[in-house]
């Protein structure tokens, strides 16, 4: 009995698209125009269904007769997609050849260089693009990347009298960061050469992905402004989790966990690394003794003594064979009142190290085992 279940229409033009390349690939080109352009045609299907090797399968097949705008702009799209960068630069820039004010083309490349980190030139690219009249979304986010790889985050900052502007904005062509003090209806503004303003100008034009939102906490975070990448990043952490997993979740904790170092919040710094290494222990794992050492180091600048052995604690567990760090907690333990454990650990630091340059006074220390002579040394 035949089956009552059918495929869904988006399954069977898949299906269709895949047999037909599949004949028409067995078949092989006999040199004629018309079947070159059939195989377009399939071609452009299987892009559209996202079936980029199969769409440069059949393109291959048209290349050795017939090579037009259409099949170096396919042959770009499918390659890129694949991740083949070489390719697809070599294709769209010949597309452009013969086709030089296609936007979308412009745009294409534009994400090829800058996968391939040629950001100089993704922007030139895209600003032909925006000459050309395009105002896509996307062009305005691709310009933001560009620019914040290259460090033009806010570009050459300006006060400028602006009485209608708002914070956070664009006003006749700036982005307004923030009001100048005292002084009625002026800003600090970036200009239009700079990530924050195209990022500003992607947003207005309808996108708020979370890679735009990320790369918002992004350029506050390397333009120093450490405070706003922090709001930032803490509307985004939990989506980020739930989002994203491996490399990408582990780099933007390790962000945020920078950005809370520069406003002083070292539990957040600490609570940041510590999601990177569960996110990617490979990438951040050989970081962490050093990672608690720092904040070690805050807690004691502020008179911490419990943050600062917590953290010595834990970056012993990193590195337990590491002398200089068993002798530090050493000394913390003796601050606080734990003689015997501070005799402990000193005892760990002459074994892992004889010839230490403290040992004379570690032995004394061990000797007299009285907490009144025990004194932290500077």
């Given at each position: ?30 040199g ?161 050469r ?68 520069h406003?002083?919040d ?16 490979n ?9 608690y ?33 068993h ?18 650990q ?19 220390r ?10 932290r040394?500077?």
């Amino acid at each position: 009995m035949a089956s009552s279940t059918r495929c869904s229409s988006i399954q069977c033009v898949q299906c269709f698209a895949c047999i037909l390349a599949c004949v028409v690939h067995a078949q092989g080109l006999d040199g004629s125009a018309e079947q070159a352009d059939r195989s377009l045609e399939v071609a452009k299907e299987l892009v559209l269904q996202n079936q980029f090797e199969q769409a440069v399968l059949m393109l291959n097949d048209v290349a050795p007769v017939y090579r037009s705008y259409e099949f170096h702009h396919l042959m770009g799209l499918a390659k890129h997609r694949l991740g083949e960068s070489a390719g697809a630069r070599r294709h769209l820039q010949e597309a452009l050849r013969i086709r030089p004010t296609s936007r979308d083309d412009l745009i294409l490349l534009a994400e090829v260089l800058i996968d391939g980190e040629k950001f100089s030139l993704a922007i030139e690219a895209l600003e032909s693009a925006q000459r050309l009249g395009s105002k896509d979304a996307h062009l305005h986010l691709n310009l933001a990347r560009a620019y914040h790889r290259i460090g033009v985050d806010l570009g050459e900052l300006e006060v400028r009298l602006l009485p209608e502007g708002r914070v956070g904005r664009l006003h006749q062509g700036y982005y307004l960061i923030e009001p100048v003090a005292r002084r009625l209806g002026e800003f600090l503004v970036a200009p239009k050469r700079s990530a924050i303003y195209h990022l500003q100008k992607a947003r207005d034009a309808g996108l708020q992905s979370l890679p735009l939102r990320i790369l918002e906490g992004d350029i506050w975070l390397t333009a120093h402004r450490y405070g706003q990448a922090v709001a930032v990043y803490a509307v985004l952490q939990d989506e980020v989790q739930e989002r994203m997993e491996g490399s990408e979740g582990a780099g933007f904790q390790s962000r945020f966990a920078d950005a809370c170092l520069h406003v002083d919040d070292v539990e957040g710094y600490v609570a940041h690394m510590e999601k990177a290494v569960a996110s990617d222990k490979n990438a951040f794992g050989p970081v962490m003794c050093a990672v608690y050492q720092t904040a070690a180091r805050h807690c004691s600048a502020d008179g911490d003594l419990s943050g600062y052995l917590r953290h010595l604690k834990s970056a012993l567990a990193y590195e337990p064979a590491d002398a200089d760090l068993h002798y530090k907690y050493g000394n913390a333990l003796l601050e606080a009142g734990r003689n015997e454990d501070a005799i402990h650990q000193w005892r760990i630091t002459m074994e892992l190290d004889p010839d230490h340059a403290d040992r004379t006074r570690m032995l004394e220390r061990i000797r007299s085992a009285s907490p009144r002579s025990l004194l932290r040394p500077s």
